[in-house]
């Protein structure tokens, strides 16, 4: 007998439905969730018919979905309620859904709410409500016990009692219930209770107090279930604890023992009955196997005598014994574990016509892991208000030594306050819904600049400090020390600007603006007007407010500006009316190793005449950098008159090219005086190798731009993109360079790439990209402007047009010999992404691997190594860290440093988590081994390594499924999984839970692999899952196949390129194949995604996203 209930407290909403689906008087079903997450902040309870509930539901979710995807916000709460409302008053006079529903939520505005809508459509806003056979006994307690502002624990006390009665009131109850809740931090499960877990045992379901019903997956830091749990009001049969070795006063964690010694906890049951009950408890499903073991004496401590040892006994099962009326039976639980993780195991007990079961977590830990243990609890960080800085007492900025009038100036390309203010009220500019075209080229890439901006601005804030002190250096700085600032987070250089005032001035007093002076480590010395130093006293506190240096991104604004000299076929190759053909100039290499495809790149550039970029297409390993230094040694030898610009996307790839050409060939030397490698001014002066500095142009330690005479005389001058802009502004003229080479073409976005184009390409410019589409693209910070097209390189535009994505010679060279990694690592890379085509010719690999004792399989270099560990935050820091993972990887290093001929430096460690790679440090000083190079994936671009280790850091579906929203870490991201992979040279180990890590199709083939060639060890793996569909991607998008075949009907009002544009993007946020099929056959067209159309106002001054109870009314009137 169906029954859903649900209230709203103080900031959240919470919903209870049984899990049973039945038809008339029979159950098809026991473990039915009947509650389904619409999306991160909704929920949606539902009882009725089992086939037009589920059915139902899910359109529902679909369809809000398509909306968030397609819209890049979410539905409020009513306007969800209203669309459902509306679709079952339109089914109703066709075929109705014989469907009830609950439908709680949280908007950031209207806080938590709960609507009714029942079959026949009726809506309403309620404070609680139930349906079903057992609403009339929820309904009576909560109008009992129901206040507003209930906190979470009165809400779930109420739920729990309501559950109780429906139980103790029905002839036929339903034996099981789930509890979700939904507030500011997302919707989420509270508890199982009664619920079934693991397999069937003796064809009996067990009953289990947890989080989902899979004890590898509970959430300690939300699980209320840990922390209000009340025996008392367990039944006649009152059990102790709902997790052992779980401590709820401790905010849920799992009790920590260190490997080898013995933990121990106890479970009592009392007897409130008159009646003798039969007993037996049977401990099963441990992991790892036999770890846990149960004793009715006290285990015995190192401390105990030989006799108390002598006496001890343990098993895995009691059966047959007898609890007297009003006995209490204590039964111990212990575990001495062998290997750092949780372990886990389900306690099973046996009362006659009842049964019990306790799911059991322990954390096992080493020195190591202990030592990375937090120091602080987490707490979200508190937004802290901004200055009101319009008005504020000024200062005066640094001169610079190295500061002249340029040529062409920089404008400043102040932002227009109609498209501020258009785009902080969270509506899209029009021209940006327009999506790409010749037309509004230039101001389609502004405003998503512009969006870029205005989030930049904001991640500003979050440096923000108060509180803090300055204190007086000499006669004219006062310091502040900006933890993070050594790591450039915030990155901040001489002549910025910081605003600050004493911490108990109110907001009419003025903030004073004080410029960087000098940066040290993580102090930067400030000089204000001359009044605020003279009121100053150290030990005085002062709110600080940082600014985000706008020259970079002034140097994009300009470069997109410039394109408007471009060719029409040079920005959109495919509108070309003329396919150009080039002839192959015939060379002797200089490099006595270039293979066929390399050596044809550099014919096909050195016979190139102008037009449309020439590619070089470089997969991992494939030796694309040799390729370019081979085309510029070519060009410097062979034409004295030709000027080559090489650009790359930061400092040190820029380096590296420049070291690849000193070091290339003893018969070629390029001389010091026709080479500059030019820096930004703001580069420190020891940042640069001492062995390139004599090639770079400075003044008293501080680098600048040669001026233009200078400048001119350099037959090759290498730097960043946005370096390129101080060359236009020397004055040097459009098509003075015969040659501009970009490499790592995929890393920059494209009006970063345009920099060093749109102001010096001229028609019979040459220019050569280099990079590989399939690795990650540019870092962008505004989710909306990387959807809407600023996180799409112009490399991968590129590949849109036919010439590039078939393969034309005349446009690209395809790289396909792997020279980096042994044939076994490159498989999965190659299958997944690169159609087959790699060829692995790494010939050195094999007698490494002979000498590593840690593979079980010499003959494949590839170790999953399997560690359910916690993952965990602290203090205010948002980032996440797995202690037990750490651990595993410094003790894997040490085991590979001690083989003979493998340092330090030829071991990297990846990981997606700046608290990760932080903690990974701190243990890598610990054991005297500060020399491993440890980073992000983005940091290990471009590089490679003997042996990549990669820690995956996460053990909670939760946090992984934010992860999968928000692109974080390595899951649902392709290009990121792509790039972490190709690093290794020879041996690459993977270190991760491997019952999140099958959640995404591409590890959970990298995992089956391992297990396949007996490499995979740790924990046991989760069940496999055959996987039978292409997860192959495409160079057209990165998309899965699936998705180009699939077809989705274009929606009346909508533009054909806002439209492509929409589908592509957003399948980068669909987690499978299957959900893009879900969408294309239970959806007719976009059209059908709200009455009336979608909730998208088309006007002139942009794409307004209406609130759905502004668009949608109770009566299903179409928007406006």
């Known amino acids: 007998m169906e ?38 902040h909704k929920l949606v309870a539902a009882s009725g018919e089992p086939g037009d509930r589920v059915q139902f539901t899910e359109y529902i979710q679909k369809n809000v979905a398509l909306y968030q995807f397609r819209n890049g916000i979410p539905l409020t709460t009513a306007a969800a309620a209203n669309f459902t409302r509306g679709e079952l008053a339109t089914a109703l006079r066709k075929n109705p859904y014989m469907v009830n529903i609950l439908m709680a939520g949280f908007d950031k505005e209207a806080g938590a709410s709960l609507y009714y809508i029942d079959y026949i459509a009726s809506l309403h806003k309620v404070e609680k409500g139930a349906f079903g056979y057992g609403s009339y006994f929820a309904l009576s307690l909560m109008d009992r016990h129901y206040h507003s502002g209930m906190s979470v624990e009165e809400a779930i006390d109420l739920v729990d009692k309501c559950i109780i009665e429906i139980r103790s009131r029905l002839v036929v109850a339903p034996p099981n219930f789930v509890i979700k809740i939904v507030d500011k931090d997302g919707a989420r499960e509270l508890c199982l209770v009664m619920d079934s877990v693991g397999d069937k045992w003796d064809d009996e379901e067990r009953s289990v107090i947890g989080d989902k019903g899979e004890i ?51 479970i009592t049951l009392k007897n409130t009955t008159t009646d003798p009950v039969e007993w037996g408890v049977t401990i099963y499903a441990s992991n790892p196997e036999d770890s846990f073991k149960l004793s009715l004496m006290e285990p015995p401590t190192a ?66 892991s202990q030592s990375l243990a937090s120091i602080r609890p987490y707490t979200r960080g508190i937004k802290k208000k901004p200055l009101n800085v319009e008005s504020h007492h000024g200062s005066v900025r640094p001169s610079r030594k190295t500061y002249r009038m340029y040529k062409n100036r920089l404008p400043r390309y102040d932002i227009p306050k109609d498209i501020r203010s258009l785009i902080e009220s969270g509506q899209i500019p029009s021209v940006v819904t327009e999506g790409l075209t010749r037309g509004n080229y230039q101001h389609f890439f502004k405003n998503l600049l512009i969006m870029e901006e205005i989030a930049l601005e904001e991640s500003m804030r979050s440096y923000d400090m108060e509180g803090v002190p300055l204190r007086k250096r000499g006669q004219q700085y006062l310091s502040l020390e900006v933890p993070g600032l050594a790591e450039r987070r915030p990155s901040l250089v001489q002549g910025d600007y910081v605003f600050a005032k004493l911490e108990y001035e109110d907001e009419r007093s003025l903030p004073y ?56 076929g040079f920005l959109f190759p495919s509108e070309s009316t003329q396919r150009r053909m080039i002839r192959a100039m015939r060379m002797v290499p200089i490099s006595c190793t270039l293979n066929e495809e390399q050596r044809r790149s550099v014919e096909m550039i050195l016979g190139c005449k102008g037009g449309p970029p020439y590619v070089i297409y470089g997969p991992p390993g494939t030796g694309k950098t040799m390729t370019l230094v081979e085309t510029i040694l070519q060009l410097y030898t062979t034409r004295k008159r030709d000027r080559i610009l090489v650009c790359a996307p930061s400092n040190s790839a820029a380096d590296h090219i420049l070291e690849k050409l000193l070091n290339a060939n003893a018969d070629v030397v390029v001389q010091e005086f026709d080479i500059l490698r030019l820096n930004a001014s703001s580069r420190p002066y020891e940042d640069v190798n001492p062995d390139l500095i004599d090639y770079c142009f400075y003044d008293d330690d501080a680098f600048t731009c040669p001026e233009l005479n200078a400048l001119l005389r350099y037959r090759i001058i290498i730097c960043t993109y946005t370096s390129a802009s101080l060359i236009y502004a020397e004055g040097v003229r459009r098509g003075y360079f015969s040659h501009i080479i970009l490499d790592e073409a995929g890393q920059a976005s494209e009006p970063e790439t345009m920099i060093p184009i749109s102001s010096l390409y001229k028609q019979n410019t040459v220019v050569v990209l280099a990079g590989d589409p399939m690795q990650l693209g540019p870092i962008i910070n505004s989710r909306e402007a990387e959807t809407f097209g600023l996180g799409k390189s112009y490399l991968e535009r590129l590949y849109e047009c036919d010439f590039y994505r078939n393969g ?80 595993k990887v410094v003790e894997i290093t040490k085991r590979l440093t001690a083989q003979r001929n493998l340092s330090e430096e030829d071991i990297g460690i990846i990981t997606p988590y700046r608290q990760q790679v932080l903690k990974l440090k701190k243990a890598f000083e610990n054991e005297s081994m500060p020399n491993i190079k440890i980073g992000s994936v983005e940091q290990f ?128 946020k669909l987690s499978s194949a299957e959900t893009v099929a879900g969408y294309t056959t239970e959806l007719g067209g976009v059209g059908d995604l709200f009455p009336g159309g979608m909730l998208v106002v088309f006007a002139d001054s942009g794409a307004k996203l209406m609130r759905g109870d502004e668009a949608l009314s109770t009566d299903s009137e179409p928007a406006k």
Request: glycine letters at 6%.
């Open 3 to 40: 029954s859903i209930f649900g209230l709203v407290g103080d900031g959240f909403a919470v919903v209870a439905a049984d899990t049973s689906a039945v038809h008339s008087i029979l159950v098809h079903k026991s473990n039915e969730d009947k509650i389904m997450v619409l999306d991160s």
């Open 216 to 266: 590898r997956y509970i959430d300690f830091d939300h699980d209320k279930s840990v922390r209000n749990y009340n025996p008392n009001e367990e039944g006649p049969i009152i059990v102790s604890v709902p997790f052992p070795f779980v401590d709820g006063k401790q905010g849920g964690k799992p009790q920590s023992v260190v490997v080898g010694e013995t933990a121990m906890d106890k």
């Open 303 to 368: 401390d105990s005598d030989l006799e108390t040892i002598q006496a001890f006994l343990e098993c895995t099962s009691l059966e047959d014994r007898v609890l007297h009326p009003g006995d209490t039976l204590t039964v111990w639980l212990s575990c001495k574990p062998k290997e750092i993780g949780v372990h886990t195991s389900i306690v099973h007990f046996d009362l006659e016509a009842d049964v019990i079961e306790r799911v059991v977590f322990l954390l096992a830990e080493d020195k190591i």
């Open 513 to 568: 603006k004080g410029h960087i002076y000098r940066v040290e480590a993580d102090d930067v010395y400030l000089k204000f007007a001359p009044e605020f130093h003279s009121h100053h006293r150290d030990g005085n506190l002062y709110k600080v407010q940082f600014t985000y240096n706008r020259i970079s991104m002034r140097r994009l604004y300009q470069a997109v500006d410039a394109t408007e000299d471009l060719d029409v």
């Open 808 to 887: 034309d010679r005349n446009y690209v060279t395809k790289l396909v010999k792997n020279y980096r990694s042994h044939p076994e690592i490159l498989h999965l890379p190659n299958e997944l992404f690169y159609g087959r085509e790699l060829i692995a010719c790494k010939d050195d690999s094999v007698s490494f691997m002979a000498r590593v004792d840690l593979l079980p399989n010499k003959d494949f270099p590839v170790l999953f190594f399997g560690i359910q560990g916690c993952d965990e935050r602290e203090g205010c820091n948002p980032s996440w860290f797995n202690r037990t993972e750490a651990s």
């Open 941 to 1068: 671009q471009g590089q490679e390594r003997q042996v990549i280790i990669i820690s995956t850091v996460r053990s909670t579906i939760k946090h992984n499924e934010f992860d999968k929203t928000y692109c974080l870490g390595f899951l649902s991201n392709p290009k990121r999984f792509n790039v972490a992979i190709t690093r290794a040279k020879a041996l690459l180990i993977v270190i991760g839970n491997p019952h999140i890590i099958t959640k995404d199709r591409n590890w959970n083939k990298l995992l089956w692999r391992c297990a396949d060639n007996s490499s995979y060890q740790g924990c046991s793996p989760p069940e496999r899952q055959e996987d039978d569909e292409d997860t192959s991607f495409s160079i057209d998008d990165g998309q899965p196949e699936e998705f180009l075949q699939t077809e989705v009907p274009q929606p009346a009002g909508v533009g054909e390129a806002e439209w492509k544009h929409q589908m592509n993007m957003e399948t980068r």
